[in-house]
């Protein structure tokens, strides 16, 4: 599955592709077997609005922790770093946990945010120059799972990276070694990465996390379907669908999904789409590692443990990394 910017903080409402590509990739995902969309067509207007939900339902405990553990381990983190250090922050999204590091960064030199939404990422720039008018920031429009160039002017720094949320649980684990390698190739040996995981925990606290009380996370889920409809001139009945999150304890992942509550024909562009009763389309999977299981899979990536961190319990962590070589 691809990358949930939900757990990127980032509250973009631009599209990521066009109508043609969007179009294809429905039609793709539902032909397949099992029937599979893509979590980065979670984000329109609507689903960014009920994202800002989820992050403050008391269910939902990463944004909070995560928080909480820059916080009070900002200084730990913060020694690990190189001075005068240029920080590279992929998929930056929302400046939160940005400014929750940086209050504990003075002699950072430089800030490079990296988003694939331009308008959102220059519109977070300019604010955090206007705050902070001594750091430099040079945003960088690129697709950050991608080899891209670092601008010209922080090229002979220190660099270290910083990729919070755990976003790296949205990605297979093949596809997770591969993207932090890919970390190490734009930032160099000897570079430091700040990196938010997730961690296995009660079956209970995980489901509910995806499944909470209120119905914000289904009717996120759900509003997929309504993008679809909307933008691609759908036949849908979405209220014959219902959401299901769980947790796979053999792939240790959260999966979420769309089941039809009745056997029925979907039609998109013209196309139709059979479902059976009870059919799914998988629609999200969010990776959850024990400490030494993800320390295995950044050795896999060319990347040794610094230090890890963990709220009291244990239901999130953040790992200080240093690239080989």
């Known amino acids: 599955m691809t990358i949930d910017p939900r757990l990127s903080d980032s509250s973009s409402a631009e599209p990521v592709t066009e109508d043609g590509v969007f179009l294809a990739d429905v039609w793709d995902g539902l032909a397949a077997k099992p029937k599979v969309l893509s979590a980065k067509y979670f984000y329109d207007a609507a689903g960014s609005a009920l994202f800002e939900q989820i992050t403050a339902l008391p269910e939902y405990y990463p ?4 928080l909480r553990i820059l ?21 930056s999204g929302s400046t939160a946990k940005l400014r929750r590091l940086l209050r504990h960064l003075p002699d950072l030199s430089a800030y490079i945010p990296v988003d694939v939404s331009g308008a959102f990422l220059t519109e ?16 960088v429009v690129a697709d950050f799972t991608r080899p891209f160039t670092l601008p010209d002017s922080v090229r002979d720094r220190p660099l270290a990276g910083f990729f919070p949320g755990s976003t790296i649980g949205n990605f297979e684990p093949g596809e997770a070694a591969r993207l932090l390698d890919v970390f190490g190739r734009i930032l160099g040996p000897g570079a430091t990465l700040v990196i938010g995981v997730d961690l296995v925990k009660d079956r209970a606290v995980l489901e509910a996390a995806y499944d909470d009380a209120a119905g914000v996370t289904a009717a996120f889920n759900l509003n997929l379907l309504r993008r679809i409809q909307r933008d691609l001139e759908a036949d849908i009945d979405v209220e014959s669908f219902r ?20 056997a029925q024909t979907l039609r ?6 059979a479902f059976e009763e009870g059919e799914s389309i998988h629609t999200e999977n969010s990776y959850k590692y024990t400490l030494d299981g993800f320390r295995a899979l950044a050795a896999r990536a060319g990347w040794s443990p610094l230090e890890a961190w963990t709220d009291s319990d244990g239901l999130f962590s ?3 990394l240093r ?3």
């Not at 944004?63 to 995560?66: Q, S």
């Not at 992942?253 to 009745?262: A, G, K, Q, Y």
């Not at 998109?268 to 789409?273: P, T, W």
């Open 63 to 66: 944004t909070r922790t995560e």
């Open 71 to 91: 916080d009070e381990r900002g200084p730990d983190i913060a020694a690990l770093l190189p001075k005068g250090a240029a920080l590279v922050e992929f998929g």
């Open 124 to 139: 977070q720039a300019e604010t955090l120059r206007a705050d902070l008018p001594d750091l430099t920031v040079e945003p």
């Open 243 to 262: 959401h299901r999150a769980f947790f796979n304890a053999e792939a240790s992942r959260i999966e979420m999904h769309l089941v039809s509550r009745r």
């Open 268 to 273: 998109v562009a013209g196309r139709g789409f």
């Open 318 to 320: 953040v790992h200080a």
């Open 323 to 325: 690239r080989d070589g």
